[in-house]
């Protein structure tokens, strides 16, 4: 792995796993149902019921089963939505540019297609991204934002490092550039059995879906998904790493006049399955005190 890819890798990967069970799409409970985004497929995930409506949204080259342990958690106070975005699950995978505004259009058909007004959008890594630009283009629709361990503005890099970062995602080795990845980010004794699963799920995802969307991410052409204010709470739940700074901290919370921002100990990159109880818990804190769920 190159050293600008290392870099990127610690960037939005970087954390010392802890035991967890592996996510697996096919865990993911509820009610299967596809939107229709032109000619393509979304699919998404509903369970729970009640006035306010949680919408889920995973991360690059993973799918809705990331989301499992929120379920049973949340599905009692709130309508939950999981999403498998664009070209990941079992959604279509059409050979399209795979850029942050495509994927927010797949969130926003889901919401239309599901009759949900307005959702608070939980975004892990990628989504964060993500949900940004569903703000961008519907704020109307859009109760409060949770960023998981991912930027809610881009990292500053040169055309070079964003290339480089992309590029070995378009080779026919990939697989092998996929499985390096992971093997960085699982490092800890015990967490083969782990790190296997993640790659399994990883690699269902196809070669033009994780180069573009890789690519696309850090794409210095494309606008950056930075928001300036958001007329909406604004939350972040991060694994604690040196990557998140004060710096950081006062940006999130300068965005809306309700804004909360948590770091979680002895976790890494995958806080919501590392360590779902105490995830669980902080986002129940968090919707609860901006009166996104019921007391």
Not at 49 to 58: D, E, P
Not at 90 to 117: G, H, N, Q, W
Not at 227 to 236: C, I, N, Q, R
Request: aromatic share 10%.
């Amino acid at each position: 792995m190159n050293v600008c890819a290392r870099a990127l890798f610690s960037l939005f990967f970087w954390f010392p796993v802890l035991a967890m069970a592996g996510p697996d799409e096919s865990s993911a409970k509820g009610e299967s149902h596809f939107a229709r985004m032109g000619t393509n497929r979304i699919r998404y995930l509903t369970d729970g019921k009640g006035t306010n409506t949680i919408l889920f949204v995973h991360g690059w080259g993973c799918n809705a089963g990331f989301w499992r342990e929120q379920i049973p958690a949340f599905a009692d106070k709130a309508r939950v939505l999981l999403i498998d975005l664009p070209g990941h699950g079992e959604s279509d995978k059409p050979e399209v540019d795979y850029t942050m505004e495509y994927f927010a259009d797949a969130v926003i058909a889901v919401l239309r297609d599901a009759k949900v007004e307005k959702a608070t959008l939980v975004g892990h890594s990628m989504a964060a991204p993500v949900i940004c630009k569903v703000y961008a283009k519907a704020p109307e629709r859009v109760a409060g934002m949770v960023a998981v361990d991912g930027f809610l503005r881009r990292p500053k890099m040169s055309a070079e490092q964003a290339e480089s970062i992309a590029a070995p995602y378009r080779k026919p080795e990939y697989r092998e550039q996929v499985k390096q990845m992971v093997n960085f980010m699982f490092q800890n004794p015990g967490t083969e059995a782990l790190r296997d699963r993640v790659t399994s799920e990883m690699l269902k995802t196809p070669q033009h879906v994780l180069a573009s969307a890789m690519g696309e991410m850090f794409n210095l052409k494309q606008p950056a998904w930075d928001l300036t204010k958001v007329d909406a709470p604004v939350m972040s739940i991060n694994a604690r790493s040196p990557m998140w700074t004060e710096n950081y901290e006062t940006y999130v919370r300068s965005l809306s006049t309700k804004a909360d921002y948590r770091l979680i100990d002895g976790t890494g990159h995958f806080v919501m399955l590392e360590k779902p109880s105490e995830f669980n818990s902080a986002l129940m804190e968090m919707l609860t005190k901006f009166e996104l769920l019921p007391k």
